[in-house]
């Protein structure tokens, strides 16, 4: 088993930046993929950017150029830096990751961006 566990989510006004954190522990030899989604009330949930164990990042359309993904294979932890936020991007923030053939996923932590 694997356990995710998100901190970093608050309250923020348009334009300002929030850090995302992401803890894995458990059975966490060997990582694959680490990346975070979200979901905004009434929507799906979805993809907002990942990272390899190689360190090579993925990003959604809409967050490219604001948000950027990092991750720490020796602390299995997978951080996302939100800059230029918008209203939009209001949601819960999931964290993701894939091991051995499973995804998992943490619980979430809400982001609420004020115009």
């Known amino acids: 088993q694997v356990q995710l566990v998100e901190s970093g989510g608050g309250l923020v006004q348009a334009g300002g930046s929030l850090r995302l954190s992401c803890a894995a522990s458990?059975?966490?030899?060997?990582?694959?993929?680490m990346g975070w989604y979200r979901q905004a009330p009434g929507t799906q949930r979805e993809f907002v950017a990942r990272?390899?164990?190689?360190?090579?990042?993925n990003y959604a359309d809409s967050v490219k150029g604001r948000f950027t993904i990092s991750r720490d294979n020796a602390k299995n932890t997978v951080v996302l830096q939100m800059n230029s936020l918008k209203p939009e991007d209001t949601a819960v923030y999931y964290c993701?990751?894939?091991?051995?053939?499973?995804?998992?996923w943490g619980k979430g932590t809400l982001v609420t961006v004020s115009s």
């Open positions: 990272i390899t164990s190689a360190g090579n990042p």
């Open positions: 458990g059975s966490i030899f060997s990582i694959g993929d």
């Open positions: 993701h990751a894939y091991v051995r053939s499973m995804h998992y």
